[in-house]
């Protein structure tokens, strides 16, 4: 795959503070990142350095091959922006911001308009006055902009922020299909559970520095926490059946309910007993960990 960014080993300081430390990754072409981590965590810095607001104090970013704060103007012309605070002038209509974007992006403001639809915004709000959007409206505008010249990096800091179910599941639609045609999203977000089933990737970052790296299945085998498993079990059936190698069950919602954390080294091999007698299960459940266990479980370990 292309590399469409590279961070290699980048320090940013603001006099004494260093607000990045040692930072080393690569974006590659269709793929979808979650950069994640408390505020002041770095992540907002990173984002900078990407689209050359800012340079490193040390180390070098590069984004389609270049320098994104000193490389050619087509370079930067690839690279769109959602930030997480939309601000927009409130007398402009819908149509005129985005024809205001297009111009200074170089893109012809005729093609703009076609992206009103794809990010859902009705065609009656178009030539409304912004000050008459709602937050969420306005975040679709936002989005509108950020897809001005079809970017092969895309960079989005907590873009589902005032969208109401339905328009999130149609946003992430949307950056499916900017996958398919070879566009890097990174996306910058505290809202994990929502992240877990939509990224390829992701990246950690806690106090300046990157403490995980990789798919979710990989960060899983890194952290080595335990699965839940859950049983119930038919009327008649005992627990204690269903021991294997030293398990406790825990009483779950009812009697016949129950469920244990298992090592992932023991998980099929528990899998496998509880299965042998089916006539005496109504349900199993599986739990792997989530973003969210993994999240605390690397920022904890990084506290240590």
Same mark, same amino acid.
């Given at each position: 795959? !292309?590399? !469409?960014?590279?961070?290699?080993?980048?320090?940013?300081?603001?006099?004494?503070?260093?607000?990045?430390?040692?930072?080393?990754?690569?974006?590659?072409?269709?793929?979808?990142?979650?950069?994640?981590?408390?505020?002041?965590?770095?992540? !907002?810095? =990173?984002?900078?350095?990407?689209?050359?607001?800012?340079?490193?104090?040390?180390?070098?970013?590069? $984004?389609?091959?270049?320098?994104?704060?000193?490389?050619?103007?087509?370079?930067?012309?690839?690279?769109?922006?959602?930030?997480?605070?939309?601000?927009?002038?409130?007398?402009?209509?819908?149509?005129?911001?985005?024809?205001?974007?297009?111009? #200074?992006?170089?893109?012809?403001?005729?093609?703009?308009?076609? =992206?009103?639809?794809? $990010?859902?915004?009705?065609?009656?709000?178009?030539?409304?006055?912004?000050?008459?959007?709602?937050?969420?409206?306005?975040?679709?505008?936002?989005?509108?902009?950020?897809?001005?010249?079809?970017?092969?990096?895309?960079?989005?800091?907590?873009?589902?922020?005032?969208?109401?179910?339905?328009?999130?599941?149609?946003?992430?639609?949307?950056?499916?299909?900017?996958?398919?045609?070879? *566009?890097?999203? =990174?996306?910058?977000? %505290?809202?994990? !559970?929502?992240?877990? %089933?939509?990224?390829?990737?992701?990246?950690?970052?806690?106090?300046?520095?990157? $403490?995980?790296?990789?798919?979710?299945?990989?960060?899983?085998?890194?952290?080595?926490?335990?699965?839940? $498993?859950?049983?119930? #079990?038919?009327?008649?059936?005992?627990?204690?059946?269903?021991? *294997?190698?030293?398990?406790?069950?825990?009483?779950?919602?009812?009697?016949?309910?129950?469920?244990?954390?298992?090592?992932?080294?023991?998980?099929?091999?528990?899998?496998?007993?509880?299965?042998?007698?089916?006539?005496?299960?109504?349900?199993?459940?599986?739990?792997?960990?989530?973003?969210?266990?993994?999240?605390? %479980?690397?920022?904890?370990?990084?506290?240590?």
């Amino acid at each position: 795959m !292309t590399v !469409t960014a590279r961070v290699a080993e980048v320090t940013k300081k603001y006099n004494a503070v260093e607000a990045i430390r040692d930072v080393s990754f690569e974006l590659v072409s269709g793929e979808t990142v979650a950069l994640v981590g408390h505020n002041g965590a770095g992540k !907002t810095t =990173l984002i900078k350095l990407l689209l050359g607001l800012i340079r490193p104090s040390s180390g070098d970013v590069a $984004v389609l091959g270049q320098n994104p704060a000193t490389g050619e103007w087509s370079v930067r012309q690839r690279l769109g922006y959602l930030p997480e605070s939309v601000a927009f002038h409130l007398a402009l209509t819908g149509r005129e911001t985005l024809q205001f974007y297009a111009r #200074l992006k170089r893109v012809d403001p005729r093609k703009a308009l076609a =992206l009103f639809e794809r $990010v859902g915004l009705a065609s009656e709000a178009v030539d409304r006055p912004v000050r008459t959007y709602s937050k969420g409206m306005r975040q679709r505008l936002g989005l509108a902009q950020a897809l001005l010249g079809e970017p092969g990096l895309l960079l989005l800091d907590e873009p589902t922020s005032g969208l109401d179910p339905a328009l999130r599941r149609s946003f992430y639609d949307l950056v499916d299909d900017l996958r398919q045609t070879g *566009c890097t999203v =990174l996306l910058s977000s %505290h809202a994990l !559970t929502e992240l877990e %089933h939509r990224t390829d990737r992701v990246i950690i970052v806690n106090k300046g520095r990157k $403490v995980a790296d990789g798919a979710l299945e990989e960060l899983r085998r890194v952290a080595k926490l335990p699965t839940r $498993v859950g049983i119930q #079990l038919t009327a008649g059936t005992r627990i204690a059946e269903w021991e *294997c190698n030293g398990t406790k069950w825990s009483s779950g919602r009812d009697s016949s309910s129950f469920e244990t954390e298992i090592e992932p080294s023991k998980k099929i091999e528990l899998l496998r007993h509880i299965t042998t007698n089916p006539a005496q299960l109504q349900a199993i459940t599986v739990t792997e960990p989530s973003l969210d266990d993994l999240y605390a %479980h690397f920022l904890g370990r990084n506290a240590r």
